[in-house]
Each structure stands twice: as C-alpha cells, then as structure tokens.
Nanobody, 125 residues
Framework: QVQLVESGGGSVQPGGSLRLSCAASGSTYSPYCMGWFRQAPGKEREGVATINNSGNKKYAESVKGRFTISQDNAKNTLYLQMNSLKPEDTAVYYC???????????????????WGQGTQVTVSS
C-alpha cells in the first residue's frame, strides 16, 4: 500500500518561509504525477502546484514566484518551498501522488489516487 508522510508544517509570520516535505513509500518506482493542495476552513480544496516525473511544473496563479515544487526521486520525496508567506496562505496542505499516466496529463485538476494526511500551515503576526 502506498503511504504519503508529510512534515514541515507550522506557524510563521507574514513574509516568512516554510518547507514542506512528503515522503512516498510502497512503490519501487517514483510517481508519475505529484502535487500539493490546500484547504482553508469553509473553503474547497484548491491546487497549489504539480510536478511530473520529467520535472514539468505547474503552479496556481496565487503562488507563482513565491512557492517552488521539487522532488528527490532517489528518496521518493516531494517538497514545497514556500517563501514570502501571506495570511491567505493559511490552510491545511496535502500532498498527492499518482502512478497512473492517464494519457500523460499531470495537472491540478486530475484525479489523484493517493493522499497524505495533511499538515497545518498558519501565517499570522
């Protein structure tokens, strides 16, 4: 069974930085598509960023220039470097992974099979 284990969440002041990690286990091969999502109280879950196994990245407009998604395939670990954090970034952040090609598409709107437990990110003064 695939398991995603997240770490790195916490509280930070506006303008600060956090680095989230998501370690994937249970498969010999790296996922084809991985992503970060977030959900604030009372709001729907939204995509933050995705990356495929070729390193192609996509970002939500709200985080472009501030967040960077990356992966270490040797460790089967996904990262999200978050800089210049804003209060509106406050949410539970989830990582997701999928080993299915689904026609070769890796984007935030696709269906992901596996999800992490979520980690809280709070940005406040």
């Amino acid at each position: 069974q695939v398991q995603l284990v997240e770490s790195g969440g916490g509280s930070v002041q506006p303008g600060g930085s956090l680095r989230l990690s998501c370690a994937a286990s249970g498969s010999t091969y790296s996922p084809y598509c991985m992503g970060w999502f977030r959900q604030a109280p009372g709001k729907e879950r939204e995509g933050v960023a995705t990356i495929n196994n070729s390193g192609n990245k996509k970002y939500a407009e709200s985080v472009k220039g501030r967040f960077t998604i990356s992966q270490d395939n040797a460790k089967n670990t996904l990262y999200l470097q978050m800089n210049s954090l804003k209060p509106e970034d406050t949410a539970v952040y989830y990582c997701a992974a999928d080993w299915r090609l689904l026609g070769g598409y890796c984007y935030m709107g696709r269906e992901f099979t596996y999800w992490g437990q979520g980690t809280q990110v709070t940005v406040s003064s």
